[in-house]
């Protein structure tokens, strides 16, 4: 019998390396510890899969599990570990928090036709601590904030359950140690089949205990600190979470990149030839729409997508990083399925479930600006061609190369292949050799591209995921915002540029109303008063292989960042690589973990004093549209 074998000393853990302490056990099971820390997770498991009670220890920061089926042999390799992890962290930590999970029985008498469901009760137990007795309310009100499918949970509280009498014997007689214990009930399983479960009420439940559990870490931590009176600020939960990512995260998030990577999906869909369309167009006096030629793809997006969800994004082990990877993965596919799509009538349909429509706010809005600015001459005639708006971008670059070796990588490139006008992709900024700027405008759109794209790109290059500087899902919007909000710092937010905004937005509704290509000209110039070249340009963009909703983000985008100024939020956190407004929480909660660098270099343009004088004049209530007209150093 195997459960006769001699268990092994294992060897002594190295918690202060570079890497997490990560070892398989005698008998099956395993331990992970990130790094020091005052609390320990334990969890035997059954041999099925799908065990929230092994799941939710092995994403945990410091865990041992075990499975049951390996017997004696499985919990005495998992003791000899526990022992010697708390030998090791008994002198930095002599009140101890030991937390033991382990999953409820299933109620066999349901069947999948059956009409009820299996029960969503916890049981909790602790030791006779005051310790212990005080965090496990803190743990109960954690998972009472718990809804699923209008369900709450209910809780039974019980004596602690035995321990195998291995683990028993390992806790037995140390000092300053509390014991927690979590029946976890199996809602996420579909009663009568053992091995299927619903798969988003099990990563709801996960994700709840994990943060409870953290909490119920916090709340030990600080009644520590407070009986040792020291005065340490309190860390916010999530920061007891993971610091370091595992291998599987590392190869997920490369999977990602390279797919990502293995295709450019603007210039997939931008055309190739939209300087001789519009002269085509107004050959033919307006009255045609035009036809846009577009490059081959060279990818074929059905064998990409079988790449794509191949990735085992389960195997990353932390609940936060894997809905990054989840979301990528969903934005890479809508993607695919566009360019699979590409000038038919679906084209706009899976754009529109990508970047949205426009909500009736932001037509508003869009109506108001057009309406209060109205069109006309502005500023220097004096224009900077292709060549000159490259040695000027070509400057900015060398000014950030000297403030960090990691701007060294930056590039621009001239392209006769894209329509008039500057795009990035990834380092490289792309400018078109028909394009001709304002010399006024140079600045405000290369801090646009520079300052805000190509930089955000060199921060999350640097992150210890590449996710963060090829963009995480939905950045979009608060990336073009950023750069439209650099413009207007830098005083370089024309009246034209703004209008230019506002009627993208009218376009893409216009479009998603109905309205064709040539009307959507029309409307542009007859009743807005731009140039038949200002308006094919525009509606273009916006019809560009069978209708893209994209280009309503910039006005969105700018919105989002002014409403953040002007809360008294910080900026920050929107420099650490290529985010969407709702990812600051993570990016805060990451940052807190140590899973985050700081950015290696921010905006220049935040440096300049009239820049300053701006974001002072937003943050005490003044709009940028008064802004906007006062006296501009452009």
Same mark, same amino acid.
């Given at each position: ?13 190295? /918690? ?13 099971? &395993? ?10 997770? $334990?969890? *035997? ?40 992890? /708390? ?20 109620? /066999? ?14 049981? $909790? ?206 934005? $890479? ?23 949205? *429509? ?11 600006? $057009? ?43 001239? &392209? ?5 006008? /500057? ?57 073009? *915002? ?74 969105? *985008?700018? &919105? ?75």
């Amino acid at each position: 019998m195997t459960d006769n074998k001699p268990v092994q000393q294992p060897p002594s853990p190295d /918690l202060g390396g570079e890497h997490a302490h990560r070892r398989k056990l005698d008998g099956g099971g &395993r331990v992970h510890i990130d790094r020091p820390l005052p609390f320990l997770i $334990l969890a *035997g498991h059954p041999d099925e899969p799908f065990s929230l009670a092994r799941r939710v220890a092995s994403i945990s920061a410091a865990s041992v599990i075990w499975p049951e089926v390996g017997g004696e042999l499985a919990a005495a390799g998992a003791a000899a570990e526990v022992t010697l992890l /708390l030998d090791h962290l008994a002198d930095a930590y002599p009140k101890f928090l030991v937390i033991v999970l382990h999953d409820l029985p299933r109620d /066999l008498s349901l069947h999948e036709e059956s009409p009820r469901l299996e029960p969503f009760e916890f049981v $909790l137990a602790a030791s006779a601590d005051p310790a212990a007795q005080d965090v496990v309310d803190t743990l109960h009100s954690a998972l009472s904030e718990l809804e699923i499918d209008l369900r709450v949970p209910e809780f039974r509280t019980q004596p602690l359950p035995p321990l195998p009498p291995a683990l028993a014997e390992a806790l037995d007689g140390r000092e300053g140690i509390s014991v927690l214990s979590l029946g976890i009930p199996q809602i996420h399983r579909i009663p009568g089949d053992p091995r299927r479960i619903y798969p988003q009420i099990y990563h709801q439940v996960e994700s709840a205990i994990h943060d409870a559990l953290l909490q119920a870490a916090t709340h030990f931590i600080e009644l520590a600190e407070h009986e040792n009176d020291a005065d340490t600020p309190r860390p916010h939960h999530r920061s007891l979470g993971r610091r370091r990512f595992v291998k599987a995260a590392k190869r997920a998030d490369e999977a990602l990149a390279n797919i990502s990577a293995s295709f450019d999906f603007l210039l997939g869909i931008s055309p190739i030839n939209t300087v001789e369309a519009f002269e085509a167009f107004e050959a033919g006096k307006r009255g045609t729409p035009p036809d846009f030629h577009y490059r081959p793809l060279p990818i074929s997006p059905d064998v990409v997508k079988r790449r794509l969800y191949d990735i085992d994004l389960r195997a990353v082990e932390d609940p936060v990083i894997e809905e990054l990877f989840n979301e990528k993965r969903l934005e $890479l596919d809508q993607q695919l399925m566009m360019l699979q799509r590409r000038n038919t009538p679906a084209f706009r349909h899976v754009s529109l479930i990508q970047y949205g *429509g426009v909500e009736p706010e932001l037509l508003e809005v869009a109506n108001r600006l $057009l309406q209060a600015f109205a069109p006309g001459s502005e500023g220097s005639r004096d224009y900077v061609d292709a060549e000159g708006v490259q040695a000027a971008a070509e400057r900015i670059l060398a000014r950030y190369t000297r403030r960090t070796p990691a701007f060294a990588i930056a590039e621009t490139c001239l &392209r006769a292949d894209t329509g008039p006008g /500057l795009m990035v992709s990834g380092r490289s900024l792309l400018i078109s050799t028909a394009t001709r700027v304002p010399s006024a405008r140079v600045d405000p759109l290369l801090q646009h591209e520079i300052s805000v794209h190509v930089l955000t790109y060199i921060n999350g290059s640097q992150q210890g995921l590449g996710i963060f500087g090829a963009g995480l899902a939905g950045y979009e919007g608060l990336q073009e *915002g950023l750069g439209v909000f650099a413009e207007f710092i830098v005083g370089g937010l024309t009246v034209a540029r703004l209008r230019l905004l506002a009627a993208r937005v009218l376009v893409v509704h216009a479009m998603l109303e109905g309205a064709d290509f040539i009307a959507c000209h029309r409307l542009l110039q007859a009743e807005h008063g731009f140039s038949s070249r200002g308006a094919f340009n525009i509606v273009a963009r916006i019809f560009r292989s069978g209708g893209l909703t994209k280009d309503a983000i910039y006005l969105r *985008g700018f &919105r989002q960042v002014l409403r953040r100024v002007a809360d008294g939020l910080s900026l920050d956190p929107l420099w650490y690589g290529k985010i969407a407004e709702h990812h600051v929480p993570v990016v805060e909660e990451l940052e807190a973990r140590g899973m985050l660098r700081p950015p290696v270099v921010t905006p220049e343009f935040l440096d300049r004093p009239d820049a300053q004088a701006r974001l002072a004049r937003l943050r005490e209530g003044h709009s940028f549209i008064d802004l906007l007209k006062e006296p501009s150093p452009c």
